[in-house]
């Protein structure tokens, strides 16, 4: 399996224990942000726009438990900014397992490999690893040279050492499907655990708003990508999130689904949104206007969107919410399908970019960007 057996039997019971209790609204994963600041400059990522006095602050490990403990969801996924950069990282990543929860720390893999000694391999910790292609593109899409060399390492000084290590690829307006698949094999030869592979999502503050793709790119490009797999990739999402991507599932957007914790407070409906914030979880359940969000709720900003956070969540419902949805998804994971598809096969052969404009680089600002950071962050 992608997942440990006993990672897969606590998210199973505890959906379960949802339904029993006839909750329509249940959080599954929480993401927990305790900082915005990065050591990257990324030109699709909105995080380092933020003010200095913002990219300065981080949550206390006191605060991170106190969401994790009111958010109660067995899975916590700590992305960022760059979670390494935060001076009490091991402190928090130690009281989370500590708690028994799964979790998915998000890096860019840079500081990896020296402050590996500050944690200890757990079947609770998986170092989340994202990685966005071949070198080439990888170190195109981070906006630094070298970057995916640097991410590698740090892959592969991880595995070495014990520890659970999974990647996340993000794909943009451009992605080549062959080169994609190659990627995959390149990062099951270096011995990771599993992979995700996502759309990029339309985030406001991101320098360059013209490479996020629409769902009609989305799914073709995914069925290119992920019909005709090898036998030997290991993919980190649900089996129906996968085919959703592909176009062979049709899933409304859960919002509350994995719910966003940052420095300032639980982000209304989630973070591709500037929607407000919430004090408290109970808060943002019982004052967020849910039916404003998703692609049926006419909302524009959720029209193309196919992000993760709230499709993959919808799938996970379905697979609990009835015997069907049940058996269906209990037959994917033990008879795994390649997806064979001579069409998916041509749109591979026959792959051509639909334009060559590049993706944004930041420049000159992302010197003082990154300059800005390094007095932030002490580096």
Known sequence: MAVPVSQAWTVAT???????????????????????R?????????????????????????ECFKAVEECGTPMVSIPGGEPLLHP??????AGLVARKKYVYMCTNALLLKEKLHLFKPSKYLSFSVHVDGQREHHDFSVCREGGYDIAMEGVRAAVAAGFRVTTNTTLFDGADPNSVRAHFDELMEVGVESMMVSPGYTYDKAPDQNHFLGKAKSRRMFRAILSNRKKSWRFNTHPLFSEFLMGKQNFECTPWGMPTFSIFGWQKPC?????????????????????????KSGNPQCANCMVHSGHEASAVDYNFGSLKGFLITAKKYMFPSTYPDEGAMKLLNEWRPEHASPLVQIKASAGTANNELQSVSGD
Not at 41 to 60: E, M, N
Request: net charge negative; hydrophobic share 40%; glycine share 6%.
């Open 88 to 93: 009490q990282m091991p402190e928090i990543v």
């Open 271 to 295: 973070y591709l949104l500037q929607d407000g914030y919430a004090d408290t979880f109970q808060e943002l359940m019982e004052t967020t206007n849910w039916q404003n969000y998703g692609a």
């Open 14 to 36: 505890y959906v379960l224990k949802q339904k029993l209790m006839g909750r329509k609204r249940y959080p599954l994963v929480l993401m927990l942000e305790p900082l915005f």
């Open 38 to 62: 990065c050591n990257l400059a990324c030109a699709g990522c909105g995080k380092i726009q933020y003010p200095a006095h913002i990219l300065k602050t981080d949550l206390s490990p006191e």
